[in-house]
Structures are given as structure tokens and as C-alpha cells.
């Protein structure tokens, strides 16, 4: 599998370009900003972009939507419930696959209400939904910091230590990390009831 993490704009936004090297087909994760950056690593690699996803729908995340989709032609997958236009609705549990990938979509709320993740063999996506070192705010309008307790305790923290994580922003100490030195080092997974996590998010 190709992946190529690319920091784009000024508010350290990560967009991704993913690529099955056999068939020579990829995707794009949260284009916004950069995108000359981002076509280069398209054809630098010979890929067709088949897919955008979307981890959520704020606006620092879709801004470039609609220039790659026109210069790709590719589909705009997001969640059922985001606001923002797309091609393909997409709910939770649910596999798109591209040449050999297949990407799992797990439904995150709690950050916004539309938030994913995307698993992709042993790498996940986390959108604004998990930071390295930190999580997405749930003081937004459509934050909801009992639905991120339940996104973390639930699904994320259900899955194996190796699992890397790739966040929607340069905000920790690394640019990549895993979900087992997250569970050791990350404030916002740590055990505690959903009202002691209500009340640390509250903070």
C-alpha cells in the first residue's frame, strides 16, 4: 500500500493520498489546502483518485472537495448525516473497497456529528475524532463529549495496540503514532467513567 501524509495550509492540516501500488488506484482523505502538493504526489505515482473521503464536515477539512474531485473525477464519500455535498453516503461498519484496499468506515461522533474514521489494514484515520497526544474539541457547535467518550470506549479503543494513528492535524509531539503508546500516554483515553470524561472535556 502507498501512503503519503502531506501537511497542507496554515492551520497544520494533514491531507492523505492512498494508493494500492499494484492496480495504480487511490484515494484522497480531507483535501483543503496545497493541492498542487497534493496532484504531484497523485502523478508522481501514477494513481487514479477513484475516491475523496471525508472525516468530517468543518470546513478545513472539505475546502478542496470540489477542485479535486473536478480534477480526479473522483466521488465524494462522507458520512449519511454530514451537511457538505457528496456522491456517496456512508455509514458505520460499512467497506469501500479500491483495487486490493478496502477501507472500514467507523462512525465517531463526538467531535462533530458526522465524524469518521478510516481503517485501512493496520492504519487509521482518525480525523479530528484522535490527536497524537490529545482529541478534537467537543466545544463546537455539534460536539458532543458523551458521543466521544462512547467513540473511543467503544470502537477505537477496541482495537489492537499495533494500530497505527493518523491524525487530521500536526498537533502532538509526532506525526504519526499507535493506538497502544496512545492508551499509555493520551489523557483522553484513559479508564474513567463517560461523566469524569464529560467533566475533563468540560475543563
Excluded at 26 to 31: A, E, N, Y
Excluded at 172 to 190: A, C, D, F, M, V
Aim: with cysteine; charged share 25%.
Amino acid at each position: 500500500m502507498l501512503l503519503f501524509q502531506l501537511l497542507v495550509g496554515n492551520l497544520k492540516n494533514f491531507t492523505y493520498v492512498i494508493g494500492d501500488e499494484n492496480e495504480k488506484v487511490g484515494v484522497i482523505i480531507d483535501p483543503s489546502w496545497d493541492l498542487d502538493k497534493v496532484m504531484s504526489t497523485v502523478r508522481r505515482n501514477n494513481l487514479e483518485i477513484r475516491y475523496i473521503f471525508n472525516t468530517h464536515s468543518h470546513w478545513d477539512h472539505t475546502i478542496g472537495n470540489k477542485e479535486i474531485a473536478n480534477r480526479t473525477g473522483a466521488k465524494i464519500i462522507a458520512h449519511e448525516c454530514a451537511p457538505t455535498h457528496k456522491d456517496i453516503s456512508a455509514k458505520d461498519d460499512d467497506v469501500i473497497e479500491v483495487g486490493n484496499l478496502k477501507l472500514r468506515i467507523f462512525h465517531t461522533p463526538g467531535h462533530c456529528p458526522d465524524s469518521i474514521c478510516l481503517m485501512v489494514d493496520e492504519n487509521l484515520f482518525t480525523g479530528d475524532t484522535l490527536f497524537v497526544g490529545a482529541c478534537g474539541r467537543t466545544d463546537l457547535p455539534g460536539g458532543n463529549p458523551a458521543q466521544l467518550y462512547d467513540s473511543f470506549f467503544e470502537k477505537i479503543l477496541k482495537l489492537d495496540d499495533h494500530t497505527k494513528i493518523y491524525a487530521g492535524h500536526d498537533y502532538g509531539p509526532r506525526i504519526k503514532s499507535t493506538l497502544g503508546y496512545e492508551k499509555k500516554h493520551n489523557n483522553s483515553l484513559q479508564p474513567r467513567s463517560k461523566e469524569e470524561f464529560i467533566a475533563v472535556m468540560g475543563r
